[in-house]
């Protein structure tokens, strides 16, 4: 059901409807909630329109074991999930978890990525899997990988998905659970008085709900602070080219290079500091249309048919906050990068956190604190 | 020769017509025709089935943008036919799906 009337109430309003948003959503209606999700536009800064897909385990958490634990946890929790969004709506988002390879090519860049993963694996007390593999080995799952792969590491706990299924197969699965979708522009104001938050959108049409949750990605840190919050989350541009269809030959994604379901091959992992900036340059895309072609040098005969750039919502240590306010009590902040790969766990054991209010202490590392200590 | 087609020339002052295959089947056209006009003067009602469901799909746009046009031409696969320009005796032919890209496995 979409709404337009002027004034709403529900128990609780989801602001930001990316993949964040709908992931929360689906969950407390899971709980028997009924959700109000207000997204603004499609002239929004959404991250959930031009990610890489990956469901992404190894490396994640190298400088924080409990993020490593969560990333892992929700890989495990992302089959059921994907299952039921299927069985839901019909719509099969492409996941496969069989896997995942990072090739290097330099031995610098192979030590520090296996001397960074034995890292976590003895945080993780020897429960992590991964593996370090030579170019014979690489060649074992990518016959093509071209010469100048010095290695890879392998974690059997990566996969992917296709992220634009996936959003789509969340919307239909809020609509069709009793979900209200609103888009009445971005919401520019944001009060609590008594157990009573009031939140107003750019088209002035007001809604009342009783627990707000900010999931509105880069819109997060104008928000935050609306609520006794802080969202410091900053823009990082990511560039991504996308090829013709061709038949099926990477049976496993890459941190680089990884194959759709359709036959499109996706590249790039580029980084980059450049405001709200969301065009694409041909100098980075260049570089990484390079660098994929000397990981796969079969890739030079492959017809490129476009290319994006999208914002990252980085925090400064690059892990999510999820934090309910103290100073008022109802909202909660919610934002990540690797939205993707934390799908289920917002969907399922963050959703529970809000809807029940049982907050598990080891999340207490993900306050936003750390910033201003 | 355009037989069946739903698409009419315009009145153009007329070259000597060239021959291209499609499909194996002979036809006759305008050295400056695209390989997706040619297709639809031809009366042929499909340049290609889709990689998934093996749809039928014919040239829409006809301004590069829309990939419904792609065919083999020559042997190479997935060439949009609106932007390719017809050539004396083109072995033009349906594209069936993704295109394989070849593997050309000297690891060294
Ligand atoms: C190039 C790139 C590659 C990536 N690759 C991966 C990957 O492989 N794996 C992975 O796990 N993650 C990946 N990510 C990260 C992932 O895409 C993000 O973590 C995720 O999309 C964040 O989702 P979100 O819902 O928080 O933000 P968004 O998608 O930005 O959604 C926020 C929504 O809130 C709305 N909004 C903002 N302000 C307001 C307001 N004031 N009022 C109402 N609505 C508002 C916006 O319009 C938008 O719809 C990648 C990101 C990028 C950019
Ligand atoms: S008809 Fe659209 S690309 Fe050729």
Redesign the pocket.
Known sequence: MYISENQKSSDTCV???????LAISLGLLRNGHNVTL????DN?????????????VQGKGDTLPQYATITRQSAKLWKPFADHLNAETGIDIQLEQKGGLYLCLSEDELQARQAMLTKIQQAAKNDYPFSTLDLAQVREFFPEAGPEVTGATWCPEDGHLN?LLYLRAMTELFLKHGGKLVHQG???SLKQQDKDFTIT?QNNTVFHCGKVIL?????NQ??APMVGLNAPVQPN????LVSERVRNFLHYPTGHVRQTGEGTVQI?DSKEDVGLNQGTTLETMALIASRARKMFPILKDLRLVRAWG????MTPDGYPIYQQSLSNPGAYLV????????GAFHQGPLADWIANNDFDPAWEVFNANRFTL | MPTDSHFNRQAIRESSPIPVTINGQTIMVQPNDSVAAAILLSGIEMNRRTPISGKKRAPYCMMGVCFDCLVQINGKENIQACMTKVEANMDIRTQNGARLIHHDLNPS
């Open positions: 602001i930001g409807g990316g993949i964040v948003g207000l997204d603004e536009n929004g800064l959404r991250a959930s329109r031009g990610n890489f897909g990956l469901v992404w992220p971005q919401v520019i959108t999931a509105a990605g880069l819109g104008r928000l541009r990511g560039q991504v790039g999208a914002l990252r919502v934002t990540c990068h690797s939205g993707v790969t934390l």
